[in-house]
């Protein structure tokens, strides 16, 4: 039996193909040009039906209840440019002469950042870097590379052809990256080096290996993994983000979250990711346009699963 | 104290949390004592304690899946690099 293809499939397929084809054209040309071509190409995406722009409008009915249905369309409309530009910048700037000499200028606060990388690594333990999708997490990365040796966790783009710019301009850029679930030992030997480690946590863990953490007020399966490679280690655990400011970027540079203490037990793995995650919240509140989630972060909780309640507290200073 | 003890003794103070271990041949990973965090405790342990390097090639299921396979493992690799 032939499959029928319904303009649904039509539209996930197109949505499957666009970003390729927008990177491989905004590669080539100008910055502004690039952002232009990518932001309505995304729109345009955002206006066919697919499963990812739905998926944006329901996260974003989970995260904002209080809003109609019209601004939230408005909203993942919005979310869908700002993730066309976003792309199409990144393409570009991986194809760009000479990114470690250019890149620093597009961050309005890139001192602060170099200053914070610097203070990091001091401790001699490396550093562990919370950021979301949010933002430009890729462009954040290959900003803070240099400064830094960066080894990230990441899909294995090879796999997905017309995302292959991205694995190639991590390459070019020097950022190192293991794919998902595959043995984390590169990641210890990164810390062990002195060296940074860049973690994007809001996404479902494998076999719901994770805690249920609140994230706008609804549990969503959260991995512990970055919070207990920083107990190991005793490495700095910080959230950071990448934020669109008109035509540049700026570094959201968080406190960093105390290392779980090995005594604290589960609780103190918790407690960081927790965190953590109301870091992303806040940020996500500020610039909801900037929020690049399309797929599903709120999955249905086990019955066996409890989520995890607040406040997790600190474990008690010794003495 | 035998390698093997040590790596039991290492496992039912820092990863079974639903019980000691006592069967040294027991599945470490289908019981779910051992997954990829709690194989890096045991790498950074296996290095302090035993004075060897863990490659990436050597976090297997083959090496790491028992008490009995990790014993054998870190022999090996004792002997490996002392023959060097």
Redesign the interface.
Known sequence: MIPRMGLRDAGHGLANVLPGAAAAVAARLPLPVAESVGSRTALLFGMLPNRFFRRAVENLARAFPEQSAASRVALARGAAAHYGRETAALANWFACADPHRELPAICVNYAELRATIGRDLEGGRGAIYLGGHFGNPQLLSALCGTVAPVTGVGTDYHRRSHLGFVTEGRQRLGLRYIPENS????L?RALQRNELVTFLPDVQPRRN?GLWLPFFGTPACTT??PA??AR??GCVLRPIYLAREGGRYQAIVRDPIAAPDPAEGDAGVARAMLAWTATLEEEVRRRPEQWLWMARRWRAMPEDARPVSLPVTPASPAG | MSESAQVLDFVNARLARNGPVRDTSLDLMSARIIDSMAMLELVVWIEQTFGVRVQNDDLSAANFRSVDTMAAYIRRSMAAQSAR
């Open positions: 043995p984390p030992l590169d210890l290996r512990t993994f207990a490679l190991l280690t």
